[in-house]
């Protein structure tokens, strides 16, 4: 079954979750596609407590690298985990370049959501300029064994990697169907390398980046991943559902 991540990013008061939630479900079919909503911290209790029981689950959009209570204003992975999360993104493009989020502040990141029991869809992706200078898989290369240092090859049972291309995220452009799975094909191989064959066959990998209920079709038919990861289309219950169900 496909998984369909989706991140609201800075969006929605609990009013507006409480509705969207209300929307959707009566939507929702079960048997299309795993759903993980990654809602603001400020909403985390209320899904958990309006979706339990439906199969939907709920993620949080980030978490601190710290657990030791000295750090005003984060969240750590205990508080996610017990407001009834069970996945965190980690190293998102915007948190990356807004919050110079490095590789080792991303590895420590994963390192205490795997603690706690989170799983982890960990974003990965290239900028225009780096594309457009052919050093994709370079970047990904660089981004993954930095995420990933130091991880026991069973706990990447535990993490999804998002492949999103910074220039494709909110802007409408996406890249071709041939090129997302060569990029893949990379990041499967950068895993296996570093951990196993097994690892790097096994490993889920999502695609992000102007996913929309028109392009949802011709996305999934890519083989060699296991769904995808929908920002601003996913902000509408109905469009949202619209997507669950064009997947194929
Ligand atoms: P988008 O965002 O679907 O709006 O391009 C994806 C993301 O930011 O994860």
């Known amino acids: 079954m496909k998984k369909i991540v989706a991140n609201f990013k800075m969006n929605k008061t609990n009013n507006e979750v409480k509705d969207y939630i209300m929307k959707l479900l009566p939507k929702y079919e079960k048997d299309k596609a795993e759903i993980v909503l990654c809602v603001p911290f400020t909403a985390i209790t209320l899904s958990k407590f309006l979706l339990d029981g439906t199969g939907i689950n709920i993620g949080a959009q980030n978490i601190c690298d710290e657990d030791d209570g000295k750090s005003t204003g984060e969240i750590c992975g205990s508080m996610i985990k017990n407001c009834g999360a069970d996945y965190v993104i980690v190293g998102h493009s915007e948190r990356r370049v807004k919050f110079k989020e490095n590789g080792r502040i991303i590895n420590k990141k994963i390192k205490l959501a795997l603690k706690n029991r989170l799983k982890v869809i960990l974003c990965i ?35 999804v990697i998002a492949y ?12 071709l169907a041939k090129e997302i799975e060569n990029t893949v094909k990379v990041i499967r191989k950068v895993v296996a390398d570093d951990f196993s064959d097994k ?8 695609y992000g980046g102007s996913v929309d209920v028109k392009n949802i079709a011709s996305f999934s038919k890519i083989k060699n991943i296991n769904g995808m990861l929908v920002g601003g289309a996913s902000l509408d219950a109905d469009n949202f559902s619209q997507i669950i169900k064009n997947i194929r």
Do not use: S
């Not at 780096?130 to 993490?159: F, H, P, R, S, W």
């Not at 690892?199 to 999502?206: D, Q």
């Open 125 to 159: 992706g290239e900028t225009l300029a780096e594309k457009n200078t052919l050093k994709t898989n370079e970047v990904i290369k660089t981004q993954l064994e930095d995420a990933l240092k130091g991880l026991y090859e069973n706990e990447l049972d535990n993490i």
């Open 199 to 206: 690892a790097g066959e096994k490993i889920e990998v999502l």
């Open 164 to 175: 999103e291309p910074i220039w494709a995220i909110g802007t409408g452009k996406t890249p």
